[in-house]
């Protein structure tokens, strides 16, 4: 089915650990977004990418490394985990508004 | 810098009432606003958005909001609430000063629905 996706979604890792997840889209946008969510926080915007080999800082990317190969996919990579870091994040998808995948619940202990 | 404000972190409506919802964002230029909705435990799904034209916009679910530049404001509203629309409603403001495809979100109002 067409749409964006986000692996895993939920998941427990280990301060110090390095866990990436995953977004995939079947759109073909040349936009892609991750966004983490906190109470009180409302959505935070970690990285952008406007197309393939291009991405940019947003408000709160210290921590995370993303990459952008192909078109449709944007990892988000967590280097070495900390506890600030548990949060549900979420991907999302654009050429005029924004398509939001289901998101990924992490938990760092 | 660009901001969106949702004054109201909850509100609860009796169903079959009306409602409205409050954004006021500041943007320095010429601003494109949104609403989604976030049912527990999903992501975000796009009510409506606003990019020119008339300032009066329809969404999906029969909700509508209305742009009001003189008060930068983007209200959301529907004439009669379903317990089903019980959720978080996010607004968000984009535009030329943050590259048209960044968006800023507001905190997000909790909407409770009563029997």
């Known amino acids: ?77 967590l280097e070495s985990a900390t506890r600030s870091q548990t949060s549900v994040y979420f991907c999302a998808s654009s050429e005029r508004e924004q398509y939001f995948g289901p998101g990924t619940r992490l938990t760092v202990t | 810098a660009q901001s969106v404000t949702q004054p109201d972190i909850h509100i609860t409506v009796s169903e079959g009432a009306s409602l409205e919802l409050r954004c006021n964002y500041s943007y320095g230029a010429t601003p494109y606003l949104f609403w989604y909705v976030q049912s527990p435990g999903q992501g975000l799904q796009l009510l409506l958005k606003y990019f020119s034209g008339d300032t009066l916009v329809q969404g999906i679910k029969g909700f509508e909001a209305e742009f009001k530049r003189s008060q930068s404001s983007f209200n959301l509203r529907k004439p009669s609430v379903h317990w089903s629309d019980a959720a978080e409603y996010f607004c968000a403001v984009g535009g030329m000063n943050t590259g048209f495809q960044k968006l800023v979100f507001g905190t997000g109002t909790r909407l409770l629905v009563s029997p």
């Open chain 1, 1 to 77: 089915d067409a749409g964006i996706t986000q692996s895993p979604r939920y998941k427990i890792t280990e301060t110090g650990r390095q866990v990436t997840l995953m977004c995939h889209q079947t759109w073909s946008h040349s936009y892609m977004f991750w966004y983490r969510q906190d109470l009180g926080h409302g959505l935070r915007l970690i990285y952008y990418s406007a197309a393939a080999d291009i991405t940019d800082k947003g408000e709160v990317p210290d921590g995370y490394v993303v990459s952008r190969s192909k078109t449709e996919n944007f990892p988000l990579t």
